[in-house]
């Protein structure tokens, strides 16, 4: 369910990104209605709406007149593309951030990752 | 159908105590809308106006453009459920539907029918002698099934227990995208029905203080935390709603958006945004001397 606390339809907008990177919708598929939306979520149709315009701008959704939205081709690519780009950022950045806040030694995180890595290989 | 309501300049005395102070807005109609306030804040008051149950002292309220108080034509255009009902306790709940279905041209027998059988209503019962919970069910149920192009609901669901209240924010919520219509809701319970709402007004002592789209006004309050002396520099020129202090960390609630570099300085900083839930900003905004921290 959404939280109170940020914009609904952005949360909304958010979900659905998160359906399309995790494959749970694909390229030219249909999304379920604005109405569908709000009676599953218990949310005003308009905010519903807001969130399938946020993407059609941003060019994720498509909309075929009288039938609906669906997915589009590049959707996937690019939205991962965006994800890649803000990791470094939100995640990567954050975690040396708080390593250095507690002295953890770079070089400590490197010999974790490798580990990590030689486990995933073997 | 929809019909916008207009009201401009709105006074309302009760002899010498003025309930309703300068209050004008413009609602489109078609949407749903949330009616915000502390007890004895005038929402009452307002929606009975807006109903024709109380002409107002001095101003204007107009809605499909003609005013409303004892207008015919008007009043069986609007449904105004409150919490307590105005029928007489001797009247039974068939009777509550034969003469609501004689008040409103666009009484639907089926939904109401239909309604009854969800909420397990006693057709021969008086009144009297109903729950609290079923009062409410029934006044639900007349609201939803009069299909009146304005429909107001006062605190007309308190009454119901939590299965009952979100059986009836499905059922509105269901009938609203069948048949689109006004709907004017006011109540405490923001965090329940809150996400309904396309827009939102709040009044405060007889002032209309806020009227906006509900996820404009959900993005436009934040929570800075952190030392308190970044957080000072950080909040000055905001509007602040409240503060907070523990040991050497503050917590401001400010009213407006943040810019671009003032997200930046707080990432930068270390300083925690958070965003604030319409609840909490309706209590900042509403807050008063007196109500202690």
């Known amino acids: ?122 | 159908m929809t019909l916008g309501i207009e009201v401009k300049s709105l006074q309302l005395n009760y002899g010498s105590f003025r309930a309703i102070k300068d209050v004008s807005f413009t609602l489109a109609g078609g949407k749903i809308y949330g009616l915000l306030g502390r007890n004895g804040s005038g929402k009452t008051s307002l929606l009975s106006i807006l109903a024709s149950f109380r002409e107002q002292t001095s101003g204007v309220v107009a809605i499909g453009g003609e005013a409303p108080f004892e207008n015919a034509k008007i009043m069986e255009q609007v449904c105004f459920i409150q919490e307590s009902g105005y029928m007489q306790d001797s009247t039974s709940v068939a009777d509550v539907l034969r003469l609501s279905e004689s008040c409103w041209p666009n009484w639907d027998r089926e939904y109401a029918a239909r309604l009854i059988q969800l909420y397990e209503l006693p057709l021969k019962k008086r009144l009297s002698a109903l729950s609290r919970g079923m009062k409410s069910a029934l006044g639900v149920t007349v609201g939803l099934a009069s299909r009146a192009p304005v429909t107001i609901f006062d605190e007309a669901y308190l009454g119901m227990d939590a299965p009952s209240r979100y059986a009836f924010y499905e059922e509105l919520l269901q009938d609203y995208m069948e048949t689109p219509r006004t709907f004017i809701l006011s109540t405490h319970l923001i965090e329940e029905i809150g996400t309904l709402f396309e827009e939102v007004l709040i009044l405060d002592q007889g002032h209309l203080i806020m009227h906006e789209e509900t996820d404009a006004l959900r993005s436009r309050g934040a929570t800075i935390t952190g030392p308190d002396e970044v957080v000072d520099r950080l909040t000055e020129g905001l509007t602040v709603l409240g503060e907070q202090q523990l040991g050497r960390t503050k917590s401001v609630t400010v009213f407006g958006e943040l810019t671009k570099e003032q997200r930046k300085l707080a990432l930068a900083e270390g300083i925690e945004l958070g965003p604030v839930s319409l609840q909490d900003l309706f209590v900042h905004l509403t807050k008063r001397r007196g109500d202690g921290q």
Not at chain 1, 16 to 32: A, C, F, N, S, Y
Request: zero cysteines; glycine letters at 6%.
């Open chain 1, 1 to 122: 369910m959404f939280d109170d606390r940020s914009p609904i339809y952005q949360q909304i907008a958010d979900k659905i990104k998160d359906d399309i990177v995790r494959g749970l919708l694909q390229e030219d598929e249909q999304v379920m209605s604005t109405n569908q939306f709000a009676a599953f979520y218990r949310i005003n149709p308009a905010t519903a709406a807001k969130g399938f315009h946020l993407l059609t701008e941003e060019g994720i959704l498509y909309k075929k007149r009288g039938i609906g939205m669906f997915v589009s081709g590049e959707a996937r690519q690019s939205l991962i593309q965006n994800r890649r780009e803000r990791f470094f950022e939100e995640v990567v950045d954050q975690m040396l951030a708080e390593a250095d806040k507690i002295g953890v030694p770079i070089s400590e995180i490197i010999g974790r990752i490798e580990k990590a890595n030689r486990r995933n290989e073997a």
